[in-house]
């Protein structure tokens, strides 16, 4: 079945270091992408997506390319800062009838002033 | 954005017990609301999905006599831990769905901890 693989945490930056989180996915179709952040406290929240390859999601700062060939998903911001400190999610949608959401295991950021 | 209330954010409970855990959303109707469980360190695990006024559809291996869903309405769906034990001690997240877009709004999670 379709799944999403995103690197192992916790991330530990210094305030404006550049920041790379992995995501590569498994699916049989054409599925939509989407990156999500958990601040502490709260609920998941959505960061960006992108609907199909070569699609650029990009909010606050964070990007991330739809990469069909490397069926990859990467999230990535020049200069980390301390209040980006959350839980990031990587997830896939089918886009079937149910809408259905597929989440990695998330990626702890933990920025130091 | 839209906003998906949940209530409690943590219950303690007895083992034997029934703990019911309430989703919202408040400004928006959710044609479509679904529960997720959270493991420490792992990922968003969906336990079910459920339309308002239908029945919900399950994941496999979750115990549909267990976890009884319920959504009588486009802004609250209800997930009721039937006999709560030990094992059922878990994080339990909602969110709502709209019909276009594939978006879901999430709330902010139930932490249940069964003694």
């Known amino acids: 079945g379709d799944s999403v693989t995103q690197m192992e945490g916790p991330v530990t930056l210094s305030e404006e270091a550049f920041l790379t989180i992995n995501c590569t996915y498994t699916a049989t179709g054409y599925p939509s992408l989407f990156w999500y952040v958990q601040y502490p406290g709260e609920g998941l929240q959505l960061l960006l997506k992108a609907t199909k390859a070569d699609d650029k999601g990009s909010n606050k700062g964070f990007e991330a390319t739809y990469r069909k060939e490397t069926t990859s998903f990467h999230l990535e911001k020049g200069s980390v800062q301390v209040s980006d400190s959350a839980v990031y999610f990587c997830a896939l949608s089918d886009g079937g009838a149910t809408n259905k959401l597929i989440f990695g295991t998330g990626t702890l950021l933990a920025v130091q002033p | ?115």
């Open chain 2, 1 to 115: 954005g839209a906003v998906v209330s949940q209530h409690p954010s943590w219950v303690i409970c007895k083992s034997g017990t029934s703990v019911k855990i309430e989703c919202r959303s408040l400004d928006f109707q959710a044609t479509t609301m679904f529960w997720y469980r959270q493991f420490p360190k792992q990922s968003l695990m969906l336990m079910a999905t459920s339309n308002e006024g239908s029945k919900a559809t399950y994941e496999q291996g979750v115990e549909k006599d267990k976890f009884l869903i319920n959504h009588a309405s486009l802004t609250l769906s209800t997930l009721t831990v039937t006999s709560a034990h030990p094992e059922d001690s878990s994080f339990y997240i909602c969110s709502g769905g709209l019909a276009a877009g594939n978006i879901q709004y999430f709330g902010a999670g139930t932490r249940l901890s069964v003694l």
